[in-house]
């Protein structure tokens, strides 16, 4: 059970911390609730505590953060340039709540970037994945999530200069 103050990453929106424990009187019984403010757009989560393992739920991991940014220097995988198969993979990923495989859709899709344009929903899946990377960077170094997403822009863009531009198509 996590406690109001702690750190928490939502495996479909980044990290965010628990505001508070509510309890609920329905018609079922009453119901716990772990109300998530969620660093990435300030918005509020409201996961039950009973479902919160089964949903992902999980607490900020600092090693889990070290061993996602190792994957930001690390050749970047090649993308399927089969739309629909590109994004299958990569929102498999995201989905995942895995931070490492939601750092290599960041890797992967910022490399994709330098060869030419992204499609919209590239575009749109490189920012989930960056600030579902971030904000959990922010929550274990205590940092604001801003400046988590200005550091990881560096390191990939570092990361990234030791591979030639990628031939899309």
Not at 47 to 53: E, G, K, L, S, T
Not at 92 to 112: H, M, N, P
Not at 132 to 161: C, H, I, K, W, Y
Request: net charge neutral; aromatic share 6%; charged share 20%.
């Amino acid at each position: 059970m996590f406690r109001q103050g702690e750190m928490v990453v939502h495996p479909s929106h980044g990290a965010g911390v628990v505001k508070e424990i509510l309890s609920s009187a329905g018609p079922d019984g009453s119901s716990d609730y772990y109300v998530v403010e969620l660093f990435a757009n300030r918005l509020t989560v409201m996961v039950p505590v009973a479902n919160a393992d089964a949903l992902g739920l999980r607490a900020a991991d600092a090693a889990m953060v070290d061993r996602a940014l190792t994957v930001l220097s690390e050749q970047p995988n090649h993308l399927p340039s089969e739309f629909k198969a590109r994004q299958k993979e990569l929102t498999e990923k995201l989905r995942s709540g895995d931070t490492r495989l939601i750092a290599e859709v960041c890797r992967d899709l910022t490399y994709r970037s330098k060869g030419g344009q992204l499609t919209s929903t590239d575009a749109r899946l490189l920012e989930q994945a960056r600030n579902f990377v971030a904000t959990e960077m922010a929550a274990v170094r205590g940092s604001r999530p801003n400046v988590a997403f200005d550091q990881l822009s560096s390191m990939l863009t570092q990361g990234l200069s030791l591979w030639a531009a990628p031939v899309t198509r």
